[in-house]
């Protein structure tokens, strides 16, 4: 059974920093490209950031460009999201994602990632 577990959300004040992780377990996702969501109240899942099956390429939205670090060690099968400078906007559940093991590209949709976390939450005060 596919499972993808996160952790590291807490409560922060704006301008801290979390490090959240994601361990697979199940089967191995070293082919395939990882991401991260995010869904806050009321609104709808959004991508914050995706890393190519080899780490070397990665991607992210406008919101959290230059503050948050996506990371993977394909030999832990785990997926990192460093995320500093917190804004109280980027208060939300964080989702990992993966995509079937042979995707090896980032992709922005949620609907093309065929694996989910149970989300943990982060919320930054102001």
């Known amino acids: 059974q596919v499972q993808l577990v996160e952790s590291g959300g807490g409560l922060v004040q704006a301008g801290g920093s979390l490090r959240l992780s994601c361990a697979a377990s199940?089967?191995?996702?070293?082919?395939?490209?990882m991401g991260w969501f995010r869904q806050a109240p009321g609104k709808e899942r959004e991508f914050v950031s995706g890393?190519?099956?080899?780490?070397?390429?990665?991607y992210y939205a406008d919101s959290v460009k230059g503050r948050f670090t996506i990371s993977r060690d394909n030999a832990k099968n785990t997926v990192y999201l460093q995320m500093n400078s917190l804004k109280p906007e980027d208060t939300a559940v964080y989702y990992c994602?993966?995509?079937?093991?042979?995707?090896?590209?980032?992709?922005?949709?949620?609907?093309?990632?065929?694996?989910w976390g149970q989300g943990t939450q982060v919320t930054v005060s102001s």
């Open positions: 890393i190519y099956w080899s780490g070397g390429i990665t």
């Open positions: 994602a993966a995509r079937s093991p042979g995707r090896p590209v980032i992709v922005t949709r949620s609907h093309e990632y065929d694996y």
């Open positions: 199940g089967r191995t996702f070293s082919s395939s490209a």
